[in-house]
């Protein structure tokens, strides 16, 4: 697992990290979701099987944006949840941070060294796929969805 | 805080996580991806920011919710400095102190001895508004300068110009440095939280003795405050608009480049006698 992190967050001024470039890409599904994960680490792409149907419209889409960063702390805790509006945050300890924006469909994760292969597909992925379902919950389209949330902002 | 021109409001949601306060990790930091951003201040919460809707999601030990200091000196500086360009304030690494009502904003690169001659300033005669952030917004035209009463941090070796620090103990501070935390009324300085700046000073370590005020123009100002800003993500255009427009009025405020090789307590004086005496009036 890479250990050096080669870029440079001093010019221009990145203390946040926000720029990490996410060079890797892949589709997958997720029940009726489409997913494509982006990273800079190709040990955190999901191990089950990629979507290859890219011709068939998926009406619901997310991204996830799975930041390896060699710079967090090692320490991984148990899950801690808060959701709260159009966001559902998840931290499992500092190496662990998830947040989920269900408006702009984009899941994004920072996740420690200490988070090894095993870990990740045991703990993560399955955590990451739950997040996904609760995004869009069964049965709901787009359309109601997009209902609903107008309703919130009316 | 005086509401400014073009202040927006935040909110802020607390969840109590009672657990939390047995955790043993001990580092604080960062990270952000768009307009989310994640703050670990361990042992005592996670805070998660929301650039775009401007609402703040923290959870913290019970502990940490109950403890004044940890809201003053922790969370909200924090939380202000995260938010800060997308609610109408620009945070600048700069101290700022106020001579009858001239703001002088005294900036410099990390470790040039902002803080410690911020407490040489305050203890000449200046008023002290703050020694390492400075939040600026726009009332109208005009720039204001806001503090927000935290504490002086003043490095170990620094005690040799404060012999008053022996008094007391240095101790691991947020960003892991061993430092001596004062609170600025303890040390008797006059404290201001709101100023007008009308002064810029870039302070440089030099071996040679004295102090030397050499003027500098425009664009060096704005290219030391654009430099020394955090990059801003393309979802936050009207923060960056925000920010570019503060640091574009800031850059027609007179600045000088401030060489000195002097103790704080001498340049402080230097720079007293500089505006005491008309040396920054403008041409």
Request: proline residues 7%; glycine residues 6%; negative net charge.
């Amino acid at each position: 697992m890479p250990q050096i992190d080669p870029l440079d967050y001093a010019d221009p001024l990145d203390l946040l990290r926000r720029f990490i470039p996410t060079p890797l890409q892949a589709l997958y599904r997720i029940g009726a979701v489409r997913v494509t994960v982006k990273t800079n680490d190709i040990t955190l792409l999901p191990a089950f099987p990629l979507d290859l149907d890219l011709e068939v419209h998926a009406e619901q889409c997310l991204e996830w944006r799975l930041i390896r960063d060699a710079g967090l702390p090692d320490l991984l805790g148990p899950p801690l949840f808060m959701i709260s509006g159009m966001l559902t945050i998840v931290t499992m300890g500092p190496a662990c941070l998830i947040a989920v924006d269900h408006q702009q469909r984009e899941l994004l994760a920072f996740l420690g060294t200490s988070i090894d292969a095993r870990t990740h597909e045991d703990c993560v992925i399955p955590l990451l796929c739950q997040l996904t379902n609760e995004v869009f919950p069964a049965g709901t389209s787009l359309r109601f969805m997009a209902h609903d949330q107008a309703s919130q902002n009316g | 805080m005086r509401q400014p021109h073009c202040a927006a409001s935040f909110e802020m949601e607390v969840l109590i996580d009672s657990a939390m306060e047995n955790t043993a990790h001990d580092a604080t930091f960062f990270r952000g991806h768009r307009h989310l951003v994640f703050a670990t201040l361990p042992p005592r919460g996670v805070v998660t920011y929301d650039l775009l809707r401007r609402r703040v999601h923290a959870v913290l030990s019970a502990g940490a919710a109950r403890d004044r200091s940890f809201w003053n000196n922790v969370l909200l500086p924090i939380t202000i400095g995260v938010l800060g360009t997308t609610v109408g304030v620009v945070p600048l690494h700069s101290a700022c102190l106020d001579h009858n009502g001239t703001g002088v904003l005294v900036a410099g690169a990390s470790g040039a001895g902002k803080s410690t001659l911020a407490a040489a300033l305050a203890g000449c005669g200046f008023s002290f508004v703050s020694d390492d952030w400075t939040y600026i917004s726009k009332d109208a035209s005009a720039l204001v300068a806001y503090g927000l009463s935290s504490p002086v941090k003043l490095l170990p070796d620094t005690v040799k110009f404060f012999p008053h620090l022996k008094d007391i103990a240095p101790h691991r501070t947020l960003n892991g440095e061993l430092a001596y935390e004062i609170d600025p009324t303890w040390a008797g300085f006059s404290v201001n939280y709101v100023s007008h700046p009308r002064r810029v000073l870039f302070l440089e370590r030099t071996s040679k003795p004295g102090c030397d005020f050499v003027p500098c123009r425009s664009e060096y100002v704005r290219e030391f405050f654009e430099k020394s800003a955090e990059r801003l993500p393309n979802e936050l255009n009207e923060a960056k608009s925000f920010r570019a427009s503060v640091i574009q009025t800031l850059s027609s405020v007179p600045a000088w480049i401030l060489r000195t090789g002097g103790s704080p307590q001498t340049t402080a004086a230097a720079i007293s006698d500089f505006i005491l005496e008309g040396g920054d009036a403008p041409n």
